[in-house]
């Protein structure tokens, strides 16, 4: 079946410091694969998305790249702010006809000054 | 700019209680989706609405749960005798297309409790 691994959190950095989140997946079929963050007290936000190998998907200064060989998707950001503090999820759908986002497991950001 | 709402916000219930949790998917959206995640748990899907059917549903998805389009702004997620293990965050999304094609938008989450 599908899944996603994600790395662990939580995850602290420096205002203004390089970010990594590592993601990699398993699916059936030709999957699109999605970032979404959570801000406190808020939903589930798309942040990025991907449709098919080595499409790079970026937004607010985060980028991914779809790599099909390597089976990731990891999140970057060259500098980091406060405001990027949130929880942030890895996700795909496979594309063989069925509904549903699977995730991974989800990553807390916290950004200090 | 369009959003998911949900209502209640937090939900606490007795354990065997019934409960109805709410959302006002985007207005032109066609496809409807729950999703729970257990505290430190992932995301996980539970069930997809589409021309007031389920279309998918996971094995999460028992027959303590029901969904219902009752109106043509509400989707709603019923659990009719909760347990201990229901207690989740619950997010509804919605998309104007199937969930490969298009994006799915979700709501800020209801938080149940069973106690």
């Known amino acids: 079946g599908n899944s996603v691994t994600q790395m662990e959190g939580p995850v602290t950095l420096s205002e203004e410091a390089f970010l990594t989140i590592n993601c990699t997946y398993t699916?059936?079929?030709?999957?699109?694969l999605f970032w979404y963050v959570q801000y406190p007290g808020e939903g589930l936000q798309l942040l990025l998305k991907a449709t098919k190998a080595d499409d790079k998907g970026s937004n607010k200064g985060f980028e991914a790249t779809y790599r099909k060989e390597t089976t990731s998707f990891h999140l970057e950001k060259g500098s980091v702010q406060v405001s990027d503090s949130a929880v942030y999820f890895c996700?795909?759908?496979?594309?063989?006809?069925?509904?549903?986002?699977?995730f991974g497991t989800g990553t807390r950001l916290t950004i200090i000054p | 700019e369009p959003e998911v709402t949900q209502t209640p916000s937090h939900q606490v219930t007795q354990m065997g209680q019934e409960v109805i949790l709410r959302c006002v998917p985007i207005?032109?959206?066609?496809?409807f989706y729950w999703y729970r995640q257990i505290l430190g748990q992932k995301v996980e899907f539970l069930v997809s609405f589409y021309n007031n059917e389920i279309s998918e549903k996971s094995e999460i998805f028992d027959d303590q749960f029901s969904v219902e389009r009752p109106d043509g702004s509400n989707f709603t997620l019923k659990i009719r005798s909760t347990k201990l293990e229901d207690s989740a965050m619950y997010f509804c999304?919605?998309?104007?297309?199937?969930?490969?094609?298009?994006?799915?938008?979700f709501g800020p989450g209801t938080r149940l409790l069973v106690l």
């Open positions: 699916a059936t079929g030709y999957p699109s």
């Open positions: 999304a919605s998309s104007d297309d199937r969930a490969s094609q298009e994006t799915q938008y």
């Open positions: 996700a795909l759908i496979s594309n063989f006809g069925n509904e549903k986002l699977t």
């Open positions: 207005s032109n959206h066609l496809y």
